[in-house]
């Protein structure tokens, strides 16, 4: 059984996993909410010495994304109450594989809260670079993720993920400073980490510490998403 307090941050950080969907469309009903960005760069023509370049630039309101993000969080959030991973349930292979859903779930919010923080924070952005950052940090986190399942893993194949993930951080770093969302991509990082914690710091995790770590980051970056909503 889990202990009061693995009890307790369950039933808040579901709870709030599930409102944030609301507090989100509240705020949806009186502000406009951003405008993101996305632009492709190509030559008008390959025979041409100079290297003449055009630039198309995609402009998007943030509300579709946001909701879609704030949707499956909430659903997220929702199913993993109804779960409730027991403590007594070990975090091995075999428990994600009988819990596959779920955890394609989780994974599906972190890439869309990536995506829509990139998308807010770098915008304009490139279609390449946005592909590269968001599907390259998630991957990096979901195979850090699952080291443990890893027998005899050495120590160097967990520094060089997380070198990987170092790298995809700073070229993230080099268009959000330049924006003055600086705040943003901490946070970013912050709760990034909080994976990586909930999934790697304990040294035999059992389901409902590893439901909690999820829970909470969805909570913490659904606050980032808000807050870049008002922005």
């Given at each position: 059984m889990g202990s009061q307090s693995d009890d307790t941050m369950h039933n808040i950080?579901?709870?709030?996993?599930?409102?944030?969907?609301?507090?989100?469309?509240?705020?949806?009903?009186?502000?406009?909410?951003?405008?993101?960005?996305?632009?492709t760069?190509?030559?008008?023509?390959?025979?041409?010495?100079?290297?003449?370049?055009?630039?198309?630039?995609?402009?998007?309101?943030?509300?579709?994304?946001y909701l879609l993000t704030s949707f499956t969080t909430c659903v997220f959030a929702l199913t993993t109450r109804r779960l409730s991973p027991s403590?007594?349930?070990?975090?091995?292979?075999?428990?994600?594989?009988?819990?596959?859903?779920?955890?394609?779930?989780?994974?599906?919010?972190?890439?869309?809260h990536h995506a829509s923080m990139v998308l807010f924070m770098c915008a304009p952005v490139d279609w390449y670079f946005l592909s590269l950052t968001v599907s390259g940090i998630t991957l990096?986190?979901?195979?850090?993720?699952?080291?443990?399942?890893?027998?005899?893993?050495s120590q160097s194949k967990s520094n060089f993920l997380m070198l990987i993930c170092g790298a995809l951080y700073f070229t993230l770093y080099t268009a959000v400073h330049r924006h003055g969302h600086m705040g943003f991509l901490a946070a970013t990082i912050v709760m990034d980490s909080l994976i990586l914690v909930g999934h790697t710091f304990d040294a035999n995790p059992n389901m409902q510490t590893i439901s909690n770590s999820r829970l909470v980051y969805n909570a913490g970056a659904s606050v980032l998403l808000v807050i870049s909503f008002l922005k």
């Open positions: 950080a579901s709870a709030f996993g599930m409102a944030q969907v609301f507090i989100l469309l509240i705020f949806m009903s009186n502000y406009d909410g951003p405008t993101l960005s996305i632009y760069a190509y030559l008008m023509n390959a025979t041409d010495t100079l290297h003449t370049m055009d630039i198309e630039v995609d402009m998007f309101a943030a509300s579709p994304l403590a007594d349930l070990a975090y091995t292979m075999e428990s994600i594989r009988e819990l596959s859903p779920w955890d394609f779930g989780f994974w599906c919010t972190v890439i869309l990096v986190l979901l195979l850090l993720s699952r080291l443990p399942f890893v027998e005899g893993v």
